[in-house]
């Protein structure tokens, strides 16, 4: 189970401090619009747990241990992963540190609290010739569609802007929302460097690709303006000019993996795998992968290490006469 997958539609829950918490996640901290809703989810989740089961509203400054070890029983009762249980329970510790701050509270209740370890599991990624087959089938599905007059029809513009999208996260090793957020401006041409807004309002300068470049430029020569300054990279429409969504790209990359003959099921989030692991195959240090993807610990990126040890492992086993 995906760790955002239980978390319900919250129902309104009037809470002073979890209002101010959000607000700050989004102005100050620039968190993304997932981050925000999860956090939002997981806290609203508690609220109305510990109305339900204490009959009164939760008092941050008076909550004890006890109280998150129940919720944590009730979390286990209804079947969570244990990625869903600790996703939520950071959003509780970012939320009392929240309130330390503000001197709502002295203590964090949960430090230390006993939780479920995480399962270890590898990174999925996509091989380089899978790879390979996924970044031409924006065109191998306008082609069907023309041929076969199947399906709803797409035009060569957008064809052309899911290629670039496809080569931009894959050359960048981008998360979604960084994608959807760059501007005309953030690209350097003549360096190839792209600017990348991440987690908390932080920037980093990643290296572009020629072809990702060329893709970008096949995609703006369909305009009769193309973007400049400020204006999104990939847009939704092109005479709206709104800019690309999320839930479109994760939408439209199922179509892409379906006519690659891939696993449907896999996420964007999959092709940052996918560059990372690559990297790390053809000799790129790990301190570099890490400022690449814009990973703030060491230990976030050192589970690349893994998938590619493992994978020199069953290179061993498959060629050494005495493996």
């Known amino acids: ?96 540190k929240f309130l330390m701050r503000h001197g709502v ?36 599905l306008l082609k069907i569609q023309k041929e076969k007059k199947v399906g709803r029809p797409i035009s060569q513009t957008a064809a052309l802007r899911d290629v670039a999208v496809l080569e931009t996260i894959y050359s960048c090793g981008l998360r979604i929302s960084e994608l959807c957020g760059l501007r ?53 429409e092109t005479k709206k000019r709104a800019p690309l969504g999320g839930c479109s790209i994760a939408r439209r990359l199922k179509q892409f993996l379906i006519i690659a003959g891939l696993d449907p099921s896999l996420t964007p989030h999959k092709l940052r795998h996918s560059y990372a692991t690559h990297l790390l195959d053809a000799g790129a240090d790990l301190r570099s992968v890490q400022e690449l993807l814009g990973h703030a610990h060491l230990i976030t990126t050192q589970v690349y290490t893994h998938v590619t040890t493992e994978r020199l492992k069953k290179a061993y086993d498959a060629a050494h006469p005495r493996a």
Do not use: C
């Open 184 to 236: 005309v401006s953030d690209i350097d041409w003549s360096e190839q460097i792209v600017r990348v807004r991440g987690k908390g309002k932080k920037e980093r300068l990643v290296p572009i690709g020629k072809p990702a470049l060329m893709a970008i430029q096949d995609y703006w020569n369909t305009f009769k303006q193309p973007p400049v300054g400020a204006s999104p990279v990939f847009f939704a």
């Open 105 to 140: 509270v002295e203590t964090m209740p949960i430090k230390n609290l006993a939780l479920p370890k995480l399962e270890k599991r590898l990174p999925k990624f996509l091989t380089k010739q899978q790879m390979e087959a996924l970044l031409v089938a924006p065109f191998a």
């Open 1 to 96: 189970m995906d760790a955002t997958q239980s978390l319900e539609e919250p129902v309104e829950i009037r809470d002073k401090w979890i209002g101010k918490f959000l607000a700050h996640l989004a102005t100050d901290r620039g968190a993304s619009v997932y981050t925000q809703r999860n956090y939002a989810l997981a806290l609203n989740e508690f609220a109305r747990w510990h109305l339900t089961e204490r009959k009164s509203a939760a008092a941050w400054e008076k909550l004890q241990r006890d109280d998150f070890r129940s919720f944590v029983r009730f979390l286990g009762r209804n079947n969570l992963s244990r990625a869903a249980v600790q996703l939520r329970f950071s959003a509780l510790r970012t939320f009392y």
